[in-house]
């Protein structure tokens, strides 16, 4: 590799590539947006070969952390079973990880469990889904009160089926003392939310960036820290537009079904290594 003619060696590019990055001396740096695709054993085992800025936050733990649960019908598809039995594997991923929050530093676990476009989908898939919904809530709900967990909804969910809506109101006051937050995306699209808030603010006043955020689903809660995806997919597909701005972005290759609270640990991990500028230097 041609070294660097420049007097600040610091600053050029090609001489901070792979072969410095590869010794163990070298600090692990990457290049690029904050913004990791790869194999999860290249973000979490070897952090040498990351694609993202190699950042650390303030306090390096994240209070908010969002995920996308992407790949349920993959993991089904690859096990020869029906769709269904994906939903029903991701719903006891979702189980297994908030009983592991008391032992992380997050204070708010937000998942996208349903959103507005998911109604596009057959119409077998959708009652599975909402019937799933309607036992999740009733078997949870003892527990969640238990491990003092508050359920927040994001998404206009008082448009779900009537015993749905009733079920859900009654979680949200019998959880509404918890020191931790689980809030779930139910009839959920940002783009809407964003829409409505900004309306919102009209009506009351000044249009601001403050004005409009008070109006947001996600206004009682943390800043979001950390968004994650599963699957390998790379897009945000509609959910929480305006809160990830400065969000630390990862994309993991796992479905969701398969993804565990040892996923999440080393998630969390990862993040404290992010410096978080905010736009600044």
């Not at 733990?61 to 994906?86: C, E, F, Q, S, Y």
């Not at 929050?101 to 009652?127: G, H, M, Q």
């Not at 390998?232 to 993991?252: C, D, K, T």
Request: hydrophobic letters at 40%.
């Amino acid at each position: 590799m041609p070294r660097c003619k420049r007097k600040n060696r610091k600053s050029c590019r090609s001489d901070r590539l792979a072969p410095r990055l590869h010794s163990p001396r070298a600090k692990p740096r990457g290049v690029g947006a904050n913004v990791s695709r790869i194999p999860l054993e290249a973000v979490f085992r070897n952090r040498s070969i990351r694609t993202e800025i190699c950042v650390r936050s303030p306090d390096r733990t994240a209070r908010h952390v969002a995920i996308i649960m992407d790949g349920n019908g993959r993991w089904a598809k690859r096990k020869h079973l029906p769709r269904a039995m994906g939903h029903r594997k991701g719903v006891e991923a979702v189980r297994e990880l908030v009983r592991s929050l008391k032992d992380t530093s997050i204070e708010c676990l937000t998942l996208y469990a349903f959103s507005s476009e998911n109604w596009k989908r057959p119409e077998d898939e959708v009652d599975d889904l909402m019937n799933l919904m309607r036992k999740f809530i009733k078997s949870d709900l003892p527990e969640f009160i238990a491990n003092d967990i508050k359920l927040h909804i994001l998404g206009n969910w008082q448009g779900l089926a009537p015993d749905i809506v009733e079920m859900l109101e009654d979680a949200l006051q019998k959880t509404s003392k918890g020191s931790r937050t689980l809030a779930v995306a139910l009839n959920y699209g940002s783009q809407a939310e964003i829409t409505q808030a900004a309306r919102k603010a009209a009506e009351a006043g000044e249009v601001t960036e403050e004005a409009i955020e008070r109006h947001l689903y996600s206004a009682p809660l943390p800043p979001l820290d950390l968004l994650i995806r599963t699957s390998g997919e790379v897009r945000l597909s509609n959910f929480l537009l305006w809160q990830a701005a400065y969000a630390e972005m990862l994309f993991i290759d796992v479905l969701w079904p398969d993804f565990t609270p040892d996923h999440l640990k080393r998630a969390l991990a990862d993040f404290a290594e992010r410096e978080r500028r905010f736009g600044g230097r």
